[in-house]
């Protein structure tokens, strides 16, 4: 039975291999290279539930322009969708000093589009895919 959370980082970039196709058709050439190595040096962090998981880049530890955090991958185990397991990390990572904010993502389709606007991520540019969606958080 998958258990993220029992899994090392080396591990969940194995995962992604062999599951890449359920995120994208077009996969980088440096894939999974670019994430094994994103891991090593701390500019990715893996965050984890024993069903869903996700991959990040921390706002502080890249050199991106504005700086900006960003979502490389959330998967939640196909037994296990639909109840709200993406929701609670996603709303984690927002809260996650670690990680910082903005966080950007790009993603592909009007579900995945539809899903991370019901978590405050607004799109922006045109309406081509993959999509580019930010959030940050509101001034109170
Ligand atoms: C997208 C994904 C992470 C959602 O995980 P989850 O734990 O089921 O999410 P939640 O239960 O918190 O929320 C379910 C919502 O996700 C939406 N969703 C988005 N993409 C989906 C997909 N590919 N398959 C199923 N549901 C999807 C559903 O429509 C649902 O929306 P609703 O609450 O308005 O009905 C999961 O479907 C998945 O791992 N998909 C494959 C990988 C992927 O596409 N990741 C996102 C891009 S990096």
């Given at each position: 039975m998958t258990d993220f959370k029992s899994m090392d980082d080396d591990e969940i970039v194995?995962?992604?291999?062999q599951h890449i196709d359920e995120f994208t058709d077009e996969v980088?050439?440096?894939?999974p290279r670019n994430i094994r190595l994103g891991l090593r040096s701390g500019h990715l962090v893996t965050r984890k539930q024993e069903?869903?998981?996700?991959v990040v880049a921390r706002?502080?530890?890249?050199?991106?322009?504005p700086p900006h955090a960003e979502l490389v991958f959330l998967y939640t185990d196909p037994t296990a969708r639909g109840h709200g397991?993406?929701?609670?990390?996603?709303?984690?990572?927002?809260?996650?000093?670690?990680?910082g904010f903005?966080?950007?993502?790009?993603?592909?389709?009007?579900?995945?589009?539809?899903?991370?606007e019901k978590h405050g991520f607004i799109k922006t540019g045109?309406?081509?895919?993959?999509y580019e969606m930010w959030y940050s958080p509101v001034a109170s």
């Open positions: 194995s995962f992604l291999a980088s050439p440096d894939f069903k869903t998981f996700a706002n502080c530890r890249v050199s991106y322009r397991q993406a929701s609670t990390l996603l709303e984690q990572i927002k809260d996650d000093p670690i990680i903005p966080i950007k993502l790009l993603c592909c389709g009007d579900q995945r589009r539809h899903f991370f045109d309406d081509d895919e993959p």
